[in-house]
Nanobody
């Protein structure tokens, strides 16, 4: 089992920045690929970014490329999502997720473990 706890959400004005963190406990963190997803009210959960277990490979949704950066610190069992130039339509609950194995993964079904989510609200 892997337990995931997100933090860092909040209220920010359009164009602003936030940094989300996801702390993992349980199994060996470095054996897991990690991802960030988001879900707005009334919408399906959507992929945002993913990072491989060593951090060497990353993948982003087209909508966030160039503005968001996913990274991880295996010594701290933590994955981060730096979000810049935020837009009001990116208001959502942001979730981190984990799955064992190498590479990166972009579908909800690919992940075995999920955090409880952190709310990000972007005001216009």
């Amino acid at each position: 089992q892997v337990q995931l706890v997100e933090s860092g959400g909040g209220l920010v004005q359009a164009g602003g920045s936030l940094r989300l963190s996801c702390a993992a406990s349980g199994r060996t963190f470095s054996h897991y690929a990690m991802g960030w997803f988001r879900q707005a009210p009334g919408k399906e959960r959507e992929f945002v970014a993913s990072v491989s277990w060593g951090g060497g490979s990353t993948y982003y949704a087209d909508s966030v490329k160039g503005r968001f950066t996913i990274s991880r610190d295996n010594a701290k069992n933590t994955v981060y999502l730096q979000m810049n130039s935020l837009k009001p339509e990116e208001t959502a609950v942001y979730y981190c997720a984990a799955r064992s194995g190498g590479g990166y993964y972009i579908t909800v079904a690919s992940y075995d473990y999920w955090g409880q989510g952190t709310q990000v609200t972007v005001s216009s």
